[in-house]
Structure formats: structure tokens, C-alpha cells
């Protein structure tokens, strides 16, 4: 069984500080169907609507590189 790991520091880093709680559920949740499937981190835009993600937090999580 895959594992996704997040970093205890996660939270404060750069990146993801400011992000809004819709895009860090939108990475989290993202991020673990990716391990679970097997995707390299590869997630189809269609799974964003699966996910309650909307456009916006994508958008930001793409911004925030």
C-alpha cells in the first residue's frame, strides 16, 4: 500500500502558509488519491469536482507553484 507523506512543517512552509483551506484540502485530498492510484502525482482535472474542489483553489495551488 502506498503512503502519502506530508511534512510536519507543511503548514508553515512558503508555499503552502497562505494558502486558503479549500486548496490545502484540494492538495491533500489531490495528493492522496494520487498515491492511491498510482499516478505519480498525476490527478485528471475531472477528479477536481470528486474532490468539492472548485476552479479557484486549483488555480491557487498552481500559482503557488
Known amino acids: ?16 502558509a497562505d494558502l486558503s483551506d ?11 488519491w ?5 499516478t505519480d502525482g498525476r490527478v485528471p482535472a475531472s477528479m477536481r469536482r470528486m474532490f468539492g474542489a472548485r476552479r479557484r483553489a486549483a488555480d491557487e495551488l498552481v500559482a503557488a507553484g
Open 22 to 32: 479549500s486548496a490545502t484540502a484540494l492538495w491533500l485530498r489531490a495528493g492522496s
Open 34 to 38: 494520487s498515491a492511491g492510484h498510482l
Open 1 to 16: 500500500m502506498p503512503w502519502f507523506k506530508v511534512d510536519d512543517h507543511f503548514w508553515s512552509h512558503p508555499k503552502t
